[in-house]
């Protein structure tokens, strides 16, 4: 069965310092990636997005950045934090295999907190 | 402009009695319809979809929704709600040809009263 790893649960970083979250995903090939942002316990923001190695779409101009350096590994930067960077993310897979119906599976979340 | 929306905040329900969580989107074509729930400080889960078919579907935890059409409504039912029902829900529209991206409700807070 596929399983999804989002690490770390929780972090608290001050303002300017460098981020990185990571995600991976297990017992799937290809699948696409998902970072999404959850501001004050509600609606979630789509951030990036991945369909393949190496190709990452933006869909909201940031502070952040995500790659993907193998199939079933996405990460989630930053150069430097701001305080409006505060948030819980997530990342999600989405299967692409024939008869697939879209829906997409998540991680457990990170959150972020930075002072 | 292709939208879901969740227009209950909040939604308070007495534990036994039913629980409906409502959703109506604006998409063009048939859409691909989603029920997730959220437990405080966890990821989402998947709890059922709509993609063609019977308009009512089942799906975890006891949890149906049916798809209304005319209405453009993909409304939650759960038929006796329990405490440990209390979560966040969204609901999520895929549009045909969106290149798979999902549309997201604000999402609707759930709270059983015992």
């Known amino acids: 069965s596929q399983t999804i790893h989002q690490w770390p649960a929780t972090l608290v970083q001050p303002v300017g310092s460098p981020l990185s979250l990571e995600c991976t995903v297990e017992g799937t090939s290809n699948p696409n990636l998902y970072w999404y942002r959850q501001a004050a316990g509600r609606g979630l923001q789509l951030l990036f997005y991945s369909v393949g190695i190496g190709q990452i779409s933006s869909e909201v101009p940031q502070n952040l950045s995500a790659s993907r350096p193998q199939d079933r590994q996405f990460i989630l930067s930053s150069k430097k934090l701001l305080l409006s960077d505060s948030g819980f993310y997530l990342c999600a897979w989405r299967s692409v295999y024939r008869g697939s119906t879209g829906e997409l599976f998540f991680g457990e979340g990170s959150r972020l907190t930075v002072l | 402009a292709q939208s879901v929306a969740q227009p209950e905040d909040q939604v308070n329900v007495a534990e036994g009695n039913p629980l409906t969580v409502k959703c109506t989107y604006s998409?063009?074509?048939?859409?691909?319809l989603f029920w997730y729930v959220q437990y405080p400080n966890r990821g989402l889960q998947f709890l059922l979809k709509y993609i063609t078919g019977d308009n009512l579907v089942k799906g975890s935890y006891g949890f149906e929704a049916e798809f209304n059409k005319s209405q453009t409504s993909f409304h939650l039912k759960k038929p006796s709600a329990l405490v440990s029902d209390s979560a966040l829900y969204f609901c999520a529209v895929r549009a045909p040809n969106s290149n798979y991206q999902l549309i997201w409700g604000a999402g609707t807070k759930l709270i059983i009263k015992p």
């Open positions: 998409v063009s074509g048939n859409p691909y």
